[in-house]
C-alpha cells in the first residue's frame, strides 16, 4: 500500500497581508509548512510526500526545508491559479509513482498530529474517501446583514479540516474533470460521486488565515511546550 502525501503551499494569504505568504512566516522560529511537512515524514506510514508551491516562492520553500535528509521527500512542483488548479497539478506529478492513497493537507495547518493522519489513513480501509472534521456546536443564525432572522439547524453540520484522504486513482480523475474553484478537495470527491467519510478532527488542526490566527498559533506553540517540558 503506497500512500503519499500533497502538501498545498501555493496560496499568497491575501487576507493575512504582509509580504511573506503565511505558510512561510514563523512560528516560533519555525514557519507552518516545515511544521507540516515534519508531522507527516514522523509517520512511517507515509511513503512519498510533495509540496505544490507558487512559482515566486522557490527560494522560501528551499529555505523552508533546508536540512530535510529524507528520500520520500519529493521535488515541490509549480501550482496553478486556483487551489482546485494546484492540487490537480500537484496529483498529476505522482502519476508515476502509481500509489493508492494520497493524503491532501493544507501548510497553513502546522498543527497536524499524527492521530488524525492515521485516522485519515484508516478510513480510506473503507471508503474512496475521507477527512478530518469538526461538529459544528455553536448556536447558527441566519442573518440579513447585523439583523438575527432565524435560526439555522446545526444537526449534521461539520466543520471541514484537512488532511482530506482519497484513494488516488478516482480523486485524480475527478479532478481531470472538475471545471472551476471549490473550497475543498472534499467538493471535488462528491461531485464525482465519490464515498467520502468524515473522522475526528482536532481544535489545535486549525488553519492560520488573520494575525488572529498567528497570536493563536504562538499560544498552541506554548501550551504544546508546557505539556513536553
Known amino acids: 500500500m503506497l500512500n503519499t502525501v500533497l502538501i498545498v503551499a501555493a496560496g499568497r494569504g491575501h487576507r493575512l497581508g504582509g509580504e511573506i505568504p503565511k505558510q512561510f512566516i514563523p512560528v516560533g522560529?519555525?514557519?507552518?509548512?516545515?511544521?507540516?511537512?515534519?508531522?507527516?515524514?514522523?509517520?512511517?506510514?507515509?511513503?512519498?510526500?510533495?509540496?505544490?508551491?507558487?512559482?515566486?516562492?522557490?527560494?522560501?520553500?528551499?529555505?523552508?526545508?533546508?536540512?530535510?535528509?529524507?528520500?520520500?521527500?519529493?521535488?515541490p512542483v509549480h501550482g496553478g491559479d486556483t487551489r482546485a488548479h494546484s492540487v490537480r497539478l500537484g496529483l498529476e506529478s505522482f502519476c508515476n509513482a502509481n500509489p493508492d492513497n494520497i493524503l491532501i493537507h493544507d501548510a497553513a495547518r502546522p498543527f497536524i498530529s499524527a492521530t488524525v493522519i492515521e485516522a485519515v489513513l484508516a478510513a480510506l480501509g473503507e471508503a474512496e474517501g475521507a477527512f478530518a472534521a469538526l461538529p459544528v456546536v455553536d448556536a447558527l443564525w441566519s442573518a440579513e446583514g447585523t439583523n438575527a432572522i432565524a435560526p439555522v439547524s446545526r444537526d449534521g453540520l461539520w466543520r471541514a479540516q484537512t488532511p482530506q484522504g482519497f484513494h488516488f486513482a478516482p480523486i485524480l480523475a475527478a479532478h481531470r474533470g472538475h471545471d472551476g474553484e471549490v473550497h475543498d478537495d472534499v467538493a471535488v470527491a462528491r461531485a464525482a460521486g465519490m464515498e467520502v467519510r468524515i473522522v475526528k478532527g482536532a481544535e489545535a488542526n486549525f488553519k492560520i488565515t488573520t494575525t488572529a490566527d498567528l497570536e493563536r498559533a504562538e499560544a498552541e506553540l506554548m501550551r504544546l511546550r508546557q505539556i513536553t517540558s
Open 29 to 75: 522560529g519555525i514557519c507552518s509548512l516545515r511544521r507540516v511537512v515534519d508531522a507527516f515524514l514522523a509517520l512511517e506510514a507515509i511513503d512519498l510526500l510533495r509540496v505544490v508551491i507558487h512559482p515566486d516562492d522557490e527560494v522560501l520553500c528551499q529555505e523552508a526545508l533546508a536540512g530535510i535528509n529524507d528520500q520520500r521527500l519529493l521535488a
